[in-house]
């Protein structure tokens, strides 16, 4: 048996094609969508993710403001460019591309941010309307997480879910959305004993570690759901995720691919968080 492969890629493209029909019927008197996004320093990285993301604005009818800054450039100057960017009414979505120069507070810049333009979801506000159940912007992986498995017709209620990870953009937030879906939840990390035991009780694994390959098909229950998070480059150089794609592919009953997978998502959900931001306005 080989698992459905979950195409994101795809996914992504109808999720980015039904926001560019509901902008075209939004854009009225109050001008277009708008996202400002800032990004400091050389970090290659962030650079490919702030091309792609610009790329996305434009497909969908989003304009994007782009500042790009030296990496000198100081903690105070970032903090002014936001307050600026909370203050115009021309601008819906602000987004702040991290990892952030090591001088420069991630936190304080995060909170600096007018929570209803923060469209990566990483204010405190947002972080705590997801934790009590409230409306507010969910950050944009997990939020695509459950997206994909929505329209992959993947049952969530009454499933045991494991999460491997528990980071605040990532594990913590998709443990809340999982609960919010009415699944049995139960999260792991470095400390956890005996990790491939409990991750092979899984109905649905989701693997967020930034370790490449280092989920096998031990970890895996024959027909669970497998959700690859991480983007890292095996020894060869090729893109790879958290999980051996090769190894647990005979295993599993549903796989997401890297690439082509939840990458995708992640921008998809950006762009639904920026017209969403948009609406409100």
């Known amino acids: 048996m080989s698992a459905e492969i979950i195409n994101g890629k795809q996914i992504a493209e109808d999720i980015k094609n039904e926001l560019k029909d509901k902008v075209e019927h939004l854009v009225s008197a109050k001008g277009q969508p708008t996202l400002a996004v800032v990004l400091v320093g050389e970090d290659q990285a962030s650079k490919v993710y702030v091309r792609n993301k610009k790329l996305a604005c434009e497909y969908v009818g989003i304009r994007s403001l782009s500042y790009e800054l030296p990496e000198a450039t100081t903690q105070e100057e970032v903090l002014a460019l ?38 990566d979801g990483f204010h405190p506000i947002n972080v705590g309307n997801l934790s009590i159940g409230h409306d507010g912007f969910v950050s944009c992986t997990p939020a695509g997480i459950i997206e994909l ?94 999980v051996d794609f090769e190894d647990c592919v005979e295993v599993a009953g549903a796989i997401t691919p890297v690439p082509k997978g939840v990458g995708p998502m992640t921008i998809a959900m950006l762009m639904s968080n920026c017209v969403k931001a948009y609406e409100k306005k």
């Open 82 to 119: 936001v307050h600026e960017l909370n203050e115009r009414d021309d601008v819906h979505g602000i987004l702040v591309q991290l990892p952030l120069p090591a001088h420069i507070d991630d936190d304080l810049v995060i909170m600096t941010i007018d929570p209803r333009k923060d469209v």
């Open 149 to 242: 498995m929505k329209r992959s017709q993947i049952e969530m209620s009454g499933k045991n879910c494991v999460i491997i990870g528990r980071s605040n953009i990532v594990g913590k937030p998709i443990a809340m959305l999982m609960l919010r879906e009415h699944a049995t939840v139960t999260v792991t990390h470095s400390r956890t004993k005996n990790l491939s035991q409990v991750c092979k009780q899984a109905d649905i694994l989701i693997v967020a570690i930034g370790r490449a390959k280092f989920v096998t098909k031990e970890f895996v229950k024959e027909g669970a759901v497998v959700i690859d998070v991480g983007i890292n480059r095996d020894e060869n150089g090729k893109l790879c995720g958290d």
